[in-house]
Every structure is written in structure tokens, then in C-alpha cells.
């Protein structure tokens, strides 16, 4: 948490992350959020999280239907009618749970798309959001079908019955449809930074968005440290010293402190006034020795 001086709490600017004025103090507070830091949280480590626009990520889908021994109404024909959104909510209730055991993190939603006679067949679409990471992938990938066939099992295929009056229930095979999203590679187009000038990097098999610092690790020309403001881009924050100072945008330029030519100054005084001092003392020997031969 940190502290900036503010007349009220309406000034209090923190760039994004949560922010409170402490009365007693006459100061914001701020709580940085994750990956962010300095007084108003303006700073950005060199390493933060990527932004990934699940929206816009294709899902990893399959395909199944089950045959649910209840009797078909006309009504089924109609996916939008009353009777058959009722029957979707109560199987849809079932089906949720079961889903999310086979991937909890990555369950997005269970869809009935259709219901046919034959007793009652649903046609069903289960989705899984694909995640930041290369093992996760392959597993939605090549291993999720094979979760789920052992999860709908006659124990939970009779749970399924239960809540259609006890009717048996049959799974019509699994299918997953055609990947998309083959590694974390095809993750890029949906990978942002949120703060200026980071890039998004794959690292052992995830994306992370790296700062400017990192990437050019000689940005302040190692006469500076570099800092990642999250709005404005890397910034030097230049040595300096009494005695010398580095300066500019990417601290590139150089010149002498007071405190160095305070030295030198002195310096050169110190050497004058020893010149004068022999000087003197020569002088005065010589005139020593001249009065002493007359």
C-alpha cells in the first residue's frame, strides 16, 4: 500500500487500481493491483499477465446426445417453446455438473441445440475455454473426450433419470469437433498487454507480457535505472552523483557536478598555492645567498 498527498478524496488517482483517501492523514492510499507498484501505482514489473479475449477464443467443443426414455411432445419441436426450455432447464441442472468435473477451470456451458422423437433424443454441445497453457491445451485437446465418456457412467446416466421420473437414459456416443486451437501458439490473436510498450512473449509453454526494461536491458545505457511506466512507456530514472551526472530521455548524456569541479577548483588552488610556496621559499634562499657574499 502507498501514500500520496491530496487536497480531497476525488483526487486521489491511482491508475486503475483500488484507491482510498485516509481522512486522518490528508492522503490517498493506494492498493496496487497485481503486477503494478510505486505511489500511485504507475510503475509496471517487468513481467505481468497477459489480457486473453475469451470471447473472441474459439472453445474446445464436443458433441453427444442422449436418448432420455420420456415421452416426445410436439411441442419438443419447437426449441424455443415453453415445454421444451423446461425440459432443457431441468437437464441442462443434470448435465452442468457433470461436465465440470471433467475440466472445473475450464467449463464454460452445456448447450441443448435440439430435441428429436425417438422417446426423447437432446443433441448436446459442451464447451471448455482453452487456457494460458500448453499441457491444458493438449489435455482439452486430445484427452477431454475420454474424461467425460468415463464420467457419464450408468451411475450418473440414472442420476440423469431420476429427474425425468426415473426413465433410463442411454449416451449416444462423444465426438469432438475439429481443433482449433492447437497449441499455445494459436493463443497469439488473442493475446493483449494491458500497460505501454509490453510485448507479449510465449514462455515455457505460456504467453506473458514483458516490459520495455527487460527486453532492452540497455535502454538507460547502464547509466540508469529503468523503469516501465504503464502509461507512458520505459523511463530512465539517470544516476547522478556531486560529482558527475547522467541525464536525458535514455540518460545518454553526461556532465561534470559541482562537486567535481568544487574539487578540481580546489584542486588547482592547492597546486598554486604550493608553486607560490616555492616560489617564496627559492626566492628567499636566493637572497640569502647574495647578501651573504657582499
Known amino acids: 500500500m502507498t501514500t500520496t498527498k491530496s487536497e480531497t478524496a476525488g483526487d486521489c488517482q491511482c491508475n486503475g487500481s483500488p484507491c482510498g483517501f485516509n481522512h486522518a492523514l490528508g492522503q490517498c492510499q493506494c492498493h496496487c493491483a497485481d503486477y503494478t507498484y510505486g505511489d500511485t501505482c504507475f510503475l509496471g514489473q517487468n513481467v505481468s499477465a497477459v489480457f486473453i479475449d475469451d470471447e473472441a477464443l474459439p472453445k474446445r467443443k ?124 494459436d493463443l497469439e490473436p488473442y493475446v493483449n498487454c494491458q500497460y505501454a510498450n509490453y510485448t507479449a512473449q510465449l514462455n515455457n509453454g505460456r504467453w506473458e507480457c514483458v516490459g520495455a526494461c527487460k527486453i532492452i536491458p540497455g535502454y538507460c545505457h547502464q547509466h540508469g535505472e529503468c523503469l516501465n511506466h504503464i502509461k507512458d512507456g520505459p523511463i530512465c530514472r539517470c544516476q547522478s552523483s556531486a560529482l558527475q551526472q547522467y541525464y536525458g530521455p535514455r540518460c545518454e548524456s553526461f556532465r561534470w557536478g559541482a562537486g567535481f569541479y568544487g574539487a578540481l577548483f580546489g584542486s588547482l588552488a592547492a597546486v598554486l598555492l604550493l608553486l607560490v610556496t616555492i616560489v617564496g621559499i627559492l626566492w628567499f634562499k636566493k637572497r640569502r645567498c647574495d647578501s651573504w657574499y657582499i
Not at 126 to 136: D, I, L
Not at 151 to 172: R, S, Y
Request: proline letters at 4%; glycine letters at 4%.
Open 62 to 185: 464436443a458433441n453427444f446426445s442422449l436418448t432420455i426414455g420420456a415421452t416426445f411432445e410436439e411441442d419438443f419441436n419447437d426449441i424455443n417453446s415453453p415445454q421444451s426450455q423446461q425440459f432443457i432447464h431441468t437437464l441442462t441442472t443434470k448435465l452442468e455438473p457433470l461436465c465440470k468435473m471433467a475440466d472445473a477451470h475450464q467449463f464454460k456451458q452445456v448447450r441443448i441445440v435440439k430435441l428429436k422423437a425417438g422417446s426423447v433424443i437432446a443433441e448436446i454441445i459442451v464447451e471448455y475455454n482453452y487456457p494460458n497453457n500448453e499441457s491444458h491445451i493438449q489435455f482439452l485437446n486430445s484427452e477431454i473426450d475420454d474424461e467425460l465418456m468415463a464420467i457419464f457412467d450408468p451411475l450418473a446416466l440414472n442420476t440423469i433419470g431420476q429427474a425425468f421420473g426415473n426413465v433410463t437414459i442411454e449416451l449416444n456416443g462423444l465426438l469432438l469437433q475439429p481443433t482449433v486451437i492447437r497449441n499455445a501458439t
